[in-house]
T-cell receptor, first 116, second 112 residues
Framework: SAVISQKPSRDICQRGTSLTIQCQVDSQVTMMFWYRQQPGQSLTLIATANQGSEATYESGFVIDKFPISRPNLTFSTLTVSNMSPEDSSIYLC?????????????FGSGTRLTVV | QKEVEQNSGPLSVPEGAIASLNCTYSDRVSQSFFWYRQYSGKSPELIMSIYSNGDKEDGRFTAQLNKASQYVSLLIRDSQPSDSATYLCAVTGPNAGNMLTFGGGTRLMVKP
């Protein structure tokens, strides 16, 4: 299954600034997913990123706030824009294991974001 | 009704005991079922997958699936303090476009 390298692992940012999180997969994957996980909570899907098309955002998440790039089948970025303390969370990227999600997902190591 | 439901816990068991984690799902045509372990501050790690009714064993872990009851469980035998983590149940199937739906997770605490 795919191995995902995610960076940065953590960051402390000033409110009003933006942070771009990168995920590099060691093999080509069709779909990548971006999640947010707030303290003590489960995973919340932000968006699904397919190569060559615009990301599909879940309810409550918008492209202006969380722009996503997917330039090729091994790389994706998520930007958290105009940050506020409410954006403090762990952000995770993931990819399907195998061609479809039948075999589950692999996750990156996560980015712990603190906005001050 | 949530699509995948888990008791949030915490579930506390003594070291050496069997920990039993349960999950129910609402989509009857779900095909793939997963258990992820997540240590505090870390990302989820896939520990078990199961696709057909019955039991699947891997070391100290046993996954049990009952599609008629829409129920999947994870048993951890000889629980160790290092098993203390949050366990996430995840389900997928054709109605979800093979995208995973996660439960809220159960926090397990194994006390020495």
């Amino acid at each position: 299954s795919a191995v995902i390298s995610q960076k940065p692992s953590r960051d402390i940012c000033q409110r009003g600034t933006s942070l771009t999180i990168q995920c590099q997969v060691d093999s080509q994957v069709t779909m990548m997913f971006w999640y947010r996980q707030q303290p003590g909570q489960s995973l919340t899907l932000i968006a699904t990123a397919n190569q060559g098309s615009e990301a599909t955002y879940e309810s409550g998440f918008v492209i202006d706030k969380f722009p996503i790039s997917r330039p090729n089948l091994t790389f994706s970025t998520l930007t958290v824009s105009n940050m506020s303390p409410e954006d403090s969370s762990i952000y995770l990227c993931s990819a399907q294991r195998g061609v479809t999600g039948f075999y589950g997902y692999t996750f990156g190591s996560g980015t712990r974001l603190t906005v001050v | 009704q949530k699509e995948v439901e888990q008791n949030s816990g915490p579930l506390s068991v003594p070291e050496g005991a069997i920990a039993s984690l349960n999950c129910t799902y609402s989509d009857r045509v779900s095909q793939s079922f997963f258990w992820y372990r997540q240590y505090s501050g870390k990302s989820p790690e896939l520990i078990m997958s199961i696709y057909s009714n019955g039991d699947k064993e891997d070391g100290r872990f046993t996954a049990q699936l009952n599609k008629a009851s829409q129920y999947v469980s994870l048993l951890i035998r000889d629980s160790q303090p290092s098993d203390s983590a949050t366990y996430l149940c995840a389900v997928t199937g054709p109605n979800a476009g093979n995208m995973l739906t996660f439960g809220g997770g159960t926090r397990l605490m194994v006390k020495p």
